[in-house]
Nanobody, 117 residues
Framework: QVHPVESGGGLVQAGGSLRLSCVVSGSIFSIDAMGWHRQAPGQKRELVAEITAAGITNYADSVKGRFTISRDNAKNTVYLQMNSLKPEDTSVYYC???????????WGQGTQVTVSS
């Protein structure tokens, strides 16, 4: 199994920046794509950004130009650099790692990001 653990959330003012990290342990050889999703209260979980093992990235339209996803395969870590944060970015952010053998994502416990206006 794959075990993602997020860190780096917190409270920031609008316009500020945060960097989320997610370290993955377990069957790391089976990890393919990794990504970040977010879920606000009463809302569906939505994709924020994802990155393949080859480094190809995909972003939600709402974060393009502000957020950057990257990964360090040697450290089994994926990052989300969030700049120009807005109050509407407030959410719990979840890391996921896709296992290409079990063909399913594994989720972290989530980290809270709160952006004050």
């Amino acid at each position: 199994q794959v075990h993602p653990v997020e860190s780096g959330g917190g409270l920031v003012q609008a316009g500020g920046s945060l960097r989320l990290s997610c370290v993955v342990s377990g069957s790391i050889f089976s990890i393919d794509a990794m990504g970040w999703h977010r879920q606000a209260p009463g809302q569906k979980r939505e994709l924020v950004a994802e990155i393949t093992a080859a480094g190809i990235t995909n972003y939600a339209d709402s974060v393009k130009g502000r957020f950057t996803i990257s990964r360090d395969n040697a450290k089994n870590t994926v990052y989300l650099q969030m700049n120009s944060l807005k109050p509407e970015d407030t959410s719990v952010y979840y890391c996921d790692a896709y296992d290409k053998y079990t063909m399913r994502p594994y989720w972290g416990q989530g980290t809270q990001v709160t952006v004050s206006s």
